[in-house]
């Protein structure tokens, strides 16, 4: 029960931290549901309480969604995030993730020092949804990637969160119909992956009110930020 307990309220912070940042949620609730449900059972009922969060954020923030944006992000994301997700139960996991972390940490310090210039393109969306949607289906999620390749699009704050919420769901769905067809989901999956849901969606509806009084400035910087420190931890705590 204190469990059950544990990973509800991690889920609310979760959402919280996401719905704010744009990416954040599964860094910090995999560890906690690896721990309670193992890893098998984790990254499905990840997937499961993402869904939700990220369709809790694209509702909040509906009108500032950039479908364009998000199209040409999805088209190769989806079926890579298939691709992913078939291959989940015997990739490397460590070294993938420290994979993700680097590629993170470069975008990042690319952006800051302008040594690298990322310029909003086509090109940069769709070989960035290729990435991104195979490596989420591979380790449950690299949200950070994909936050670090909107925020290089220069959006408005509520529009990156929730144009980054549209491509979520897209290789949240697609990874879910896998996973429900790959592996054999507890009797409990489902009760607690839409509970962290539920939980996701109040963490969510505090994070909108916080952001729509944050200056872009200061909403950029602190993206960045979070993004240095969770390339750090993939990198040195996969």
Not at 69 to 77: S, Y
Not at 226 to 237: D, G, H, I, T
């Amino acid at each position: 029960m204190l469990m059950i307990l544990a990973l509800l309220v991690g889920a609310f912070f979760a959402a919280l931290v996401s719905g704010a940042a744009g990416f954040g949620g599964a860094l910090l609730l995999l560890p906690l549901l690896t721990r309670a449900v193992g890893i098998e059972q984790a990254v499905p009922m990840l997937t499961i309480a993402q869904l939700v969060g990220n369709a809790s954020r694209v509702g909040f923030g509906v009108r500032a969604v950039n479908w364009r944006l998000a199209g040409a992000f999805l088209l190769p994301a989806v079926p890579a995030a298939a691709l992913g997700a078939f291959c989940f139960t015997g990739a490397p996991a460590d070294l993938t993730i420290r994979l993700v972390g680097a590629a993170i940490l470069t975008f990042v310090l690319a952006r800051l020092t302008s040594v690298v210039r990322l310029k909003p393109s086509p090109p940069l969306l769709v070989m960035g949804g290729a990435v991104v949607g195979f490596l989420s289906g591979l380790v449950g999620s690299a949200g950070p990637l994909g936050a670090a390749i909107f925020l290089s699009m220069n959006l408005a704050p509520a529009a990156y969160v929730a144009t980054e919420a549209v491509t979520a769901i897209g290789m949240h769905v697609t990874k879910a119909m896998i996973y429900q067809h790959q592996l054999r989901l507890g009797p409990r999956f489902w009760p607690l992956a839409l509970g962290m849901g539920a939980a996701m969606l109040a963490g969510t509806w505090v994070a909108k009110r916080i952001i729509d009084r944050l200056p872009r400035i200061l909403f950029e910087a602190g993206v960045s930020v979070l993004l240095a420190l969770a390339a750090l931890q993939m990198l040195f705590w996969p």
